[in-house]
């Protein structure tokens, strides 16, 4: 596959949506909902990183989960508490935050609207002995 262009069709500031996003929306336990968009992954083509953006409700916030891959992200809107590891962080609008590999780490949004950022991910991992792409375990595991 060549290159690739999702056209953004949303509202900075309000509602991040892209054409040709593969989303997915997971719930929070009476939090809210966070929802979660591919951008760049396999079928794009893309061999060694995966690009997702995520709008996560106010109150709500991200899974708190380890992976053996480290993350970049980058606060695209709103304001959040980060745990990485053992720190706590506050972010807003155009911090970058690394996430070293088995850091637990969670984004809680602090804000009172959508807490918006992109995040980073290896495009494939090995699981089991075989290579998995990240995408495609996203999906199985929604």
Not at 73 to 84: K, S
């Amino acid at each position: 596959m060549g290159a690739a262009h999702h056209k953004f069709i949303g509202e900075w500031g309000k509602d991040h949506q892209w054409e040709g996003a593969r989303s997915r929306i997971y719930h929070m336990e009476d939090q809210g909902s966070v929802s979660e968009n591919w951008l760049i992954g396999k079928p794009e083509g893309a061999e060694n990183f995966a690009l997702r953006f995520y709008n996560v409700e106010p109150k709500c916030s991200t899974r708190l989960e380890t992976h053996a891959h480290d993350h970049g992200v980058v606060i695209l809107q709103g304001q959040a508490d980060v745990q990485i590891g053992e720190q706590i962080f506050q972010a807003s609008q155009g911090d970058v935050l690394y996430i070293p590999p088995n850091h637990l780490h969670v984004l809680h949004n602090t804000g009172e609207g959508t807490l918006g950022f992109l995040c980073m991910i290896p495009a494939k991992r090995e699981k089991n002995g075989r290579v998995i792409w990240a995408e495609e375990l996203a999906i199985r595991n929604a």
